[in-house]
């Protein structure tokens, strides 16, 4: 049986990022996926910075990266500010890249976001995918951006959008498939 892990770049309550991640999931398992539903905020980390490497490399980076080696896919929903990567996603993959060995390159990525904006997080899905491709990460080509946030789901936490559901399924169809051998 397939295992994967799903965490969103947004920690705050009522996040439309987590409902992603909780929807996600849920498709992962009906595929018969083992899902394990992470909480970035119970690996926190203080703001990169190579002085602290040295000796205080914290333990949640260390048990995220074990977390990332041994596991078949990660689906990471995250939030986009300012056209950009929120600053919770970039700090958690930079202290993730100085972890080894490397936690990118055994799962096979699934990267997707919702945002306020009608254009859903295309802005910051690209950054992602540059940035988890660079460091060494193979993500599936469906990238599921989902906007404006407020209209998007159901009061089940359902996408609403016929072409969302769409990608979606496409999604865990890739992610299920692909490996990296
Ligand atoms: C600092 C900041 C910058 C933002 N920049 C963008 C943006 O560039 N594009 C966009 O569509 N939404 C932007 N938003 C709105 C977010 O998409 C919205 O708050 C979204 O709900 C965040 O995700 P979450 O619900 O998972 O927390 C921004 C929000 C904040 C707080």
Redesign the pocket.
């Known amino acids: 049986m397939k295992t994967a892990l799903t965490l969103?770049?947004?920690i705050?309550k009522?996040?439309?990022?987590?409902l992603l991640q909780q929807h996600m999931g849920k498709k992962l398992a009906e595929a018969g996926v083992k899902v394990t539903e992470l909480d970035l905020g119970d690996f926190e980390m203080p703001i990169f910075n190579e002085d602290l490497e040295a000796e205080h490399t914290p333990d949640s980076a260390r048990e995220l990266a074990e977390l990332w080696r041994s596991h078949d896919i990660v689906f990471i929903?995250t939030?986009?500010?300012?056209?950009?990567s929120a600053p919770l996603m970039v700090n958690t993959i930079t202290w993730l890249s100085r972890q080894k060995p490397s936690p990118f390159r055994h799962a096979i990525f699934g990267i997707g976001g919702?945002?306020?904006?009608k254009?859903?997080?295309i802005?910051?899905l690209s950054h992602l995918r540059d940035s988890l491709t660079k460091v060494g990460a193979l993500i599936v080509p469906t990238l599921l951006g989902i906007?404006p946030?407020s209209q998007a789901f159901d009061e089940a936490g359902n996408p609403v959008e016929r072409s969302v559901i769409a990608k979606v399924d496409q999604m865990v169809t890739e992610l299920t498939l692909f490996s990296r051998g």
Do not use: C, I, L, Q
């Not at 919702?114 to 904006?117: A, C, E, L, M």
């Open positions: 969103s770049g947004s705050r009522g996040s439309y990022n987590r929903a939030p986009e500010y300012n056209g950009g919702v945002s306020s904006g254009y859903g997080t802005w910051s906007g946030a």
